[in-house]
C-alpha cells in the first residue's frame, strides 16, 4: 500500500509539471524549435498567417464579397466557382494548424485549471479592431506574422526574415510608447473589465474531451480514403498532432516572441528574448539539415524545399510590413502565435482580434495576388541566403545575429541603458 501511495504521489507530481506549473521559457522555446523542425521534416514549415488567412477567405467568400475571378485567381475556387477542398476549414493546411494550435493551448489551460472567460475593458475592444487590422496589413506586406515573416522564415534561411526583424523593433517600440501614453493620458474605457470562471472539474472535463477530439481527428485525417487529395489528407494528422504540441508548449510557457522584443525595452528583463534567438538558431539548424543540397548529389531530393518561407519581401515590405504588424501586436497583447494560444486559454480580446486579422490579411494578400505584387518585386527581392553564401556561412550568419541580440538584451538587462521612459 505504501509503495502505491508512492506511485501516486508521482504520477501527482508528474501531472503538476506537465500540466498545472509555468515551463520555462528556454525550455519552451527549445521544444518549439524541435516541434518546428518536426513540422517541416512531416510536410511544411508552420505559421499562424496562413490560418488566418484562410478564415478570412472564407468568412468573405460565404459573404458573397470575395468571388468570381478575384477568388480563382488565389486558388479558393475552381473554374467552376466551388471551393476548393483543400481551402476549406478543416482540409486547409494552414488552417489545420490554427485548429490544432487553438486546441493545443485550449487542452493545456483546462487541464491546467487556467481557462476562463476573461473580458477586457471596454476600451481594450476598440484596440482589438485597430490592432487586427494592423496586424493583417503588417503580415501582407512581410509574407508572414511574426512567426512566417520573420522566426520561420530566418530559421528556413530566408532573408526576408531580417527584413521583418527590422521593421518589428521599432514598431513594438513606438506600440509601447503609445501604451504609455495611454495610461497617461487616456481614461474613457478603463472599466467594464471581468471575468466568467470555469469550474476546475469542468475544465478537466472538457481537457479530456478535447484530447479525444485531436486524437479522433488525426485518425480520420490518416484514415482518409477515396479522392484525388488522399495523401494531402492523410498528411494533415501529423500536421495537426504538431501543431497541438506547439500551442500546448506556448500556452504552457506563456511564451509570446512579441514579448521578446517588448520587455528589454520596458523592464530590462531579457529571458523570453533569449529564448527566442536559441529558438531561431535550432531551427535554422535543422532547416538547414533538410534543405542541404547533398540530397541532389546523392541522387535524391532535399526534404524540404529550399524555397519555402522564402519570400518577396526582402526590402520595404517586409521592413514596414514588420514595423505596422510590431505596433498592432503591441496594441492586440500578443502575437500571431500568442494571438492564438490566448484564445485558446479564453482571451476575449483576442477573440475580437481574430476575424479583424483574417479580413484585412485576406483582402490585402487577395489585392496583391491580383496584381502580382510580390512577383513582380514591387516589396523586395526573393534572397534564400544559401544561394549567396552557402550553408554554413548563412548557419554562421544566424548564429551571429542572435549572438549580437543576446549580447545586447543582456547587457541592457544589466545598464538599463536601452528601456523606454514612461
Known amino acids: 500500500m505504501e509503495d502505491l501511495k508512492v506511485f501516486w504521489e508521482k504520477v501527482r507530481h508528474l501531472y503538476k509539471v506537465l500540466c498545472q506549473e509555468e515551463w520555462n521559457p528556454v525550455l519552451t522555446g527549445i521544444i518549439v524549435a524541435l516541434l518546428s523542425i518536426f513540422i517541416m521534416a512531416w510536410w511544411r514549415p508552420w505559421g499562424i498567417v496562413g490560418a488566418i488567412r484562410n478564415w478570412g477567405d472564407w468568412m468573405l467568400w460565404h459573404a458573397g464579397i470575395f468571388n468570381g475571378d ?36 485550449f487542452i493545456s489551460a483546462c487541464l491546467g485549471g487556467q481557462f476562463a472567460f476573461r473580458f477586457p475593458p471596454i476600451r481594450e475592444y476598440v484596440k482589438a479592431i485597430i490592432a487586427g487590422i494592423l496586424m493583417g496589413v503588417g503580415a501582407a506586406l512581410a509574407g508572414g ?127 523570453m528574448a533569449k529564448s527566442v534567438a536559441l529558438s531561431i538558431v535550432i531551427v535554422a539548424v535543422g532547416a538547414a539539415i533538410l534543405k542541404f543540397e547533398v540530397a541532389n548529389r546523392l541522387g535524391g531530393e532535399p526534404v524540404l524545399d529550399p524555397m519555402n518561407y522564402v519570400r518577396g519581401t526582402f526590402g520595404w515590405g517586409g521592413v514596414v510590413g514588420g514595423f505596422v504588424f510590431g505596433l498592432g501586436a503591441m496594441l492586440a497583447g500578443g502575437c500571431g502565435s500568442g494571438t492564438l494560444w490566448r484564445v485558446g486559454e479564453g482571451q476575449i480580446k483576442l477573440l475580437v482580434t481574430v476575424p479583424f486579422f483574417s479580413l484585412s490579411n485576406s483582402l490585402m494578400v487577395a489585392w496583391f495576388s491580383a496584381y502580382n505584387f510580390e512577383e513582380e518585386g514591387y516589396l523586395g527581392k526573393y534572397i534564400y541566403l544559401p544561394d549567396v553564401f552557402g550553408y554554413g556561412f548563412t548557419l554562421a550568419l544566424i548564429l551571429g545575429f542572435c549572438t549580437l541580440w543576446y549580447l545586447v538584451v543582456t547587457w541592457n538587462e544589466d545598464t538599463n541603458k536601452l528601456l523606454l521612459p514612461m
Not at 76 to 102: A, Q, W
Open 145 to 271: 506574422c511574426n512567426v512566417g515573416g520573420m522566426y520561420n522564415a530566418i530559421g528556413n534561411l530566408a532573408a526576408n526574415g531580417f527584413a521583418m526583424w527590422v521593421g518589428l523593433v521599432p514598431g513594438v517600440l513606438f506600440g509601447l510608447w503609445l501604451l504609455y501614453k495611454e495610461m497617461e493620458h487616456v481614461s474613457w474605457g478603463s472599466g467594464g473589465s471581468w471575468t466568467l470562471e470555469v469550474p476546475v472539474a469542468l475544465q478537466w472535463i472538457l481537457g479530456v474531451a478535447a484530447v479525444v477530439g485531436v486524437i479522433w481527428s488525426a485518425v480520420y485525417y490518416s484514415n482518409f480514403d477515396g479522392d484525388e487529395y488522399v495523401d494531402y489528407i492523410t498528411s494533415l494528422s501529423g500536421i495537426l498532432l504538431i501543431a497541438v504540441g506547439l500551442g500546448y508548449t506556448m500556452q504552457r510557457g506563456r511564451w509570446c516572441m512579441i514579448q521578446g522584443f517588448r520587455e528589454p525595452h520596458m523592464t530590462g528583463d531579457c529571458t
Open 70 to 105: 478575384l477568388a480563382e485567381l488565389v486558388g479558393f475556387v475552381d473554374e467552376d466557382g466551388d471551393m476548393v477542398l483543400t481551402k476549406s476549414l478543416l482540409f486547409n493546411t494552414g488552417s489545420v494548424i490554427g485548429l490544432g494550435f487553438v486546441g493545443g493551448s
